[in-house]
């Protein structure tokens, strides 16, 4: 039985205990089996690149290393399947697929690569997905790797924020990555003891956030941090698709929807506010122990997904089970934060605001 692994899309903590827990089931239950490694994600597929990984390349190690030692890259799945002159993008992966003589690929990816991984199945291919992304925006499992690390880094990069705020009494935006759910916003932000949090699912009103402020600023405690979620959007801008969003806030001269917010809280409250963007700090360093385990186990159970012959598939959690769902069932569609949702409900219970009236 011939394997290749990929990671692709952005890298995030775990990857390489996931690679890790392949190989050590793979080379252990496997008679026979071998496994090659698929450079640079989807691209070195479609290049047909791939090189042979022993048992020895999946060393303790790579438990505590982050990124992946694959590399990775993004393809856009809007045209991976359109015509460029050499077929495309798709129908020359598929053709490398059967060049390696694959029996399986696994492809440890986000929500985009599992709707390119559930079209390489349609067209034939063997594959196992794993559900990799710091957003945790994927349908149908409890959790994905590289979550609770970025969810870790997160929270300890605003307990350090936090002690200049509250040295000079200011109000704090911290943007976190997230742009279609606001999972990694919410759960650091409630863990830091944030004052606001916004996000996605739950459009913000400019008059609520400043209400909050100057509100905040007539206490004891007038320094605040407020959590934002890159994909954060006004109530005025909810109706809008993200390409118009987009064009406004670009004709307005905006970056993002934070130093906006942090302009509008200074002139109509006179705080003193200031904005930072934790950026790509977010996805790497040491993956955090929980993160360790579920990976194992998580590729553990893909490999042994493969032994069994169950392909099409992406392994999942539910509960403190490891399960699967059918790529078909859950390709194209997104986990997101439920505004009504008892996370969100216990965060308004001790104070956290979300701007809205």
């Known amino acids: 039985m011939k394997l290749g692994i990929l990671t692709s899309g952005g890298d995030c903590a775990g990857l390489n205990a996931v690679i890790r827990a392949i190989g050590l089931y793979v080379y252990d239950n496997i008679p026979g089996a071998e496994i090659v490694g698929i450079p640079d994600g989807y691209g070195g597929l479609i290049e047909g690149e791939c090189f042979p990984m022993k048992r020895g390349d999946f060393g303790d190690s790579l438990l ?27 129908s020359r992966m598929c053709a490398n697929y ?81 742009n279609k759910a606001g999972w990694l916003a919410l759960h650091s932000g409630i863990a830091a003891g944030a004052d606001m949090i916004l996000l996605p699912e739950i459009p913000f009103s400019l008059d609520a956030v400043c209400d909050f ?48 917010l942090a302009e509008t809280i200074a002139e109509r409250t006179g705080a003193e506010t200031r904005s930072t963007v934790l950026g ?28 069994e012959k169950r392909f099409g598939v992406t392994a999942a959690v539910a509960g403190n089970r490891i399960t699967f769902n059918a790529l078909t069932e859950i390709a194209g569609r997104y986990k997101t934060v439920d505004p009504a949702g008892s996370i969100v409900r216990f965060a308004k219970s001790v104070g956290v605001s979300f701007g809205i009236k």
Not at 149 to 178: F, N, Q
């Open 98 to 178: 059967r060049k390696m003589g694959l029996d399986c690929l696994f492809t440890l990816g986000g929500a985009g690569t599992h709707k390119t991984a559930a079209l390489l199945c349609s067209e034939g291919c063997n594959v196992i997905g794993l559900p990799k992304t710091i957003d945790n925006d994927i349908y149908g499992t409890d959790v994905t790797f590289g979550f609770q690390t970025a969810v870790e880094v997160v929270t300890e990069c605003i307990d350090r924020i936090r002690t200049t705020v509250g040295s000079h009494g200011r109000i704090m935006l911290v943007e976190v990555m997230g």
């Open 280 to 307: 790509y700090v977010q996805r790497g360093g040491t993956p955090c122990a929980y993160d360790r385990l579920l990976s194992s186990r998580l590729g553990g159970y893909a490999a042994f997904l493969a032994k």
């Open 213 to 260: 402020v100057a509100e905040r600023r007539k206490s004891d405690s007038p320094s605040a941090i407020i959590v934002v979620a890159e994909g954060a959007v006004l109530d005025t801008e909810a109706p809008f698709k993200k390409s118009e969003r987009a064009f406004v806030r670009t004709e307005r001269g905006e970056r993002t929807v934070t130093a906006r």
């Open 64 to 90: 505590r290393e982050g990124g992946t030692v694959l590399g990775t890259s993004r393809q856009p799945y809007k045209t991976i399947a359109a015509p460029d002159g050499n077929g495309s993008r798709l």
